[in-house]
Each structure stands twice: as structure tokens, then as C-alpha cells.
């Protein structure tokens, strides 16, 4: 199962998500394969405890949504939602 969005952003924040998939590891101008970048990294940290990005989703969101997650020593650092696909969609080149 996926989830399409549509999103409408205005040229000035395009340009800046352009210059930033161009001096990224991704090398793109596409604002939508950035926008991709940022939620595997939201991703990675909600799936990853002790990451960079688990500290930096925590700036962002605050920590109560660690409340419903769960933490299984065998689960390595593969999902721990209880509700969350156990499939990782990574553009990244």
C-alpha cells in the first residue's frame, strides 16, 4: 500500500529544495526527491532508536510519539511501530 501527495509549494521554496538536492549525496533538482530524502530520514528516525535522525525527530515533533512504539531487542533496526509497514521505500541513488 502507498499514499500519493500532491503538494503545491511556491517557486522560491522549489528553488531552495532544488539547490539542496544539487549539493546533496542524491544529486537531484527534483523538490520531490528531496522532499523523499527528508522522510526516509523521519522515517529511519522513528525506526532506528539512538540515531542522528532519532534526536533530530525529536527537535521536530517532540518525544510523545514514542508512547505507542515498542522496542524489540531481536527487531534489529527494522520497524518498531506496532502499526507501521515493515517495507522501507528509499529513492536515494
Known amino acids: 500500500m502507498s499514499l500519493t501527495l500532491n503538494l503545491e509549494i511556491s517557486e522560491p521554496d522549489a528553488e531552495v529544495l532544488r539547490l539542496l ?11 520531490g526527491d ?12 522513528v525506526r532506528r532508536p539512538g540515531s542522528w535522525e532519532c534526536g533530530w525527530v525529536k527537535q521536530l515533533f517532540g518525544d510523545d510519539w514514542e508512547a505507542p512504539l515498542f522496542s524489540d531487542a531481536n527487531s534489529h533496526l527494522q520497524d518498531r511501530c506496532r502499526f507501521a509497514s515493515s517495507q522501507k521505500r528509499h529513492r536515494r541513488r
Open 21 to 31: 538536492g544539487r549539493h546533496s549525496y542524491i544529486a537531484s533538482d527534483d523538490p
Open 34 to 45: 528531496v522532499l523523499q530524502l527528508v522522510i526516509d530520514h523521519v522515517l529511519d528516525g
